[in-house]
């Protein structure tokens, strides 16, 4: 259960025994209620490393050994306040097999993320990126990393 979130619109019932199963209570918990929460990470870690908590964060990173941390970049983020946004890349690392630490993450996400972010987001006005973050708090499946320099 550790490094693990409910899916969102799952029954009280569910809720409950996730609730139950997180404080180490058995419970009758299965995969398909629990959501991959592998953009959170990429958002937990990048906003832990701005924060400064990166150190105290990697010694706690054994507990999500084998987890996968995502970032997905579309190819344009005009359509990213559509219901479905076609196109794009997904930039996939596994804790524990090439990342180990925080830091390592930040340098991955800098190198490979980040300059299709600045392609992706070249077209768009200030008022284009507030629709973004608005479309993100819309549709629970949705990130604006819309910020285009070095995440120190």
């Not at 930039?91 to 990342?99: A, D, E, K, N, P």
Request: proline share 7%; hydrophobic share 40%; glycine share 10%.
């Amino acid at each position: 259960m550790v490094g693990r979130v409910l899916r969102p619109g799952v029954s009280g019932k569910t809720a409950f025994n996730y609730s139950l199963a997180r404080a180490g209570t058995a419970s009758p918990i299965g995969y398909e209620d629990l959501a991959n929460p592998t953009e959170l990470l990429s958002v937990l870690f990048l906003l832990g490393h701005r924060l400064g908590v990166s150190e105290n964060w990697d010694k706690s990173l054994v507990e999500f050994d084998g987890l996968t941390v995502n970032a997905y970049v579309p190819d344009s983020y005009l359509q990213f306040g559509e219901p479905f946004v076609t196109g794009g890349n997904n930039f996939t690392s596994r804790l524990g097999h090439g990342v180990w630490t925080v830091g390592e993450y930040v340098v991955f996400y800098e190198k490979t993320v980040v300059p299709a972010i600045q392609a992706a987001s070249r077209d768009l006005t200030p008022e284009a990126s507030l629709v973004c973050a608005l479309a993100a708090y819309m549709f629970p499946d949705r990130v604006p990393y819309l910020f285009r320099g070095p995440v120190r």
